[in-house]
């Protein structure tokens, strides 16, 4: 697997080993107002899943646009599109155009990102966007994060520990089969602040120091990722506020990939140290 590196409206690519982590996703600069078309560029029809990921896009954000109106390309057999092999996907402005690599078509991240850049109509990445009414439903993190900018902590706000919050775990279809969405799902884990006052979480440090994570077991194997705290946003919370974070799978044959086979699976997902209440859930076929 690679690690996944974002550029503005683009997505970067790098080398790195797959382990038991979630694969970085960082995104930073402007997006490309109206970029040639990369060689070998073909249309590119927009799966099935596009239309939910399109709603939740839309729902995070509170603008509404028309999914039919972005002309999408793809480059067969790659997983970048640029000649300097580093960028995985762009949205063009003047030309409302998406064009992704065809190994990153199904990355529900990089879609999303590029999604809400033209939802939104502009470059750049404001905070209150990509890291407060999308965050965790579009990627933003470490370069990202840095062209948002620094955000304050909540005023009075009370040092809490992870446990202090209601933590879920959702399933998205509840019932995932191969002819829905061509297998797509999601396992989303909320973290919720049930106080009046905002707080600011203390998580503890090490390998495993996750602020959201996840781990599907079956009875053919199983995996466990997670996301690593990478900006201020994501350990301070508003009187009640909800954060998420949408671990993106689709049913398949490679744990690795996120793509478990069909069969009955434990899922369990947390905030740092606070495990939500385990689910079972038959996936497939």
Not at 60 to 85: E, F, H, N
Not at 165 to 180: M, Q, W, Y
Not at 213 to 232: A, K, Q, T
């Amino acid at each position: 697997m690679d690690q996944i590196k974002r550029i503005g409206c683009a997505t970067r690519y790098s080398p790195s080993a797959w382990a038991v982590r979630l694969v970085a996703l960082i995104v930073l600069g402007a997006c490309s107002i109206s970029a040639p078309l990369p060689p070998g560029s073909v249309p590119l029809t927009p799966p099935a899943v596009y239309a939910r990921w399109w709603s939740m896009t839309e729902a995070c954000s509170g603008r509404m646009g028309a999914l039919a109106a972005i002309r999408w390309y793809q480059v067969p057999g790659a997983r970048t599109v640029d000649s300097k092999g580093e960028v995985g996907g762009y949205w063009s402005r003047n030309a409302n155009r998406i064009v992704l690599g065809e190994k990153v078509v199904l990355d529900g991240g990089v879609v999303r990102h590029e999604m809400l850049h033209a939802l939104l109509r502009e470059p750049g990445h404001r905070a209150e966007e990509f890291l407060g009414r999308c965050g965790g439903i579009v990627a933003c993190e470490e370069a990202c994060a840095r062209d948002a900018g620094p955000t304050a902590a909540p005023a009075n706000a009370v040092a809490v520990t992870a446990e202090s919050l209601e933590v879920r775990v959702v399933l998205d279809p509840a019932i995932p089969r191969s002819t829905v969405d061509a297998g797509s799902f999601a396992v989303t884990v909320t973290a919720r602040n049930p106080s009046a006052k905002a707080v600011i979480v203390s998580l503890p440090t090490g390998a495993t120091s996750w602020v959201f994570w996840f781990d599907v077991r079956g009875i053919e194997g199983g995996l466990m990722d997670g996301v690593f705290e990478w900006h201020s946003s994501s350990v301070t919370f508003q009187p009640l506020e909800t954060k998420r974070q949408v671990f993106d799978f689709s049913i398949g044959n490679s744990f690795l990939e996120r793509r478990p086979p069909p069969g009955r699976y434990q899922l369990r997902g947390g905030y740092g140290p606070n495990a939500a209440a385990a689910i079972v859930a038959d996936i497939g076929p």
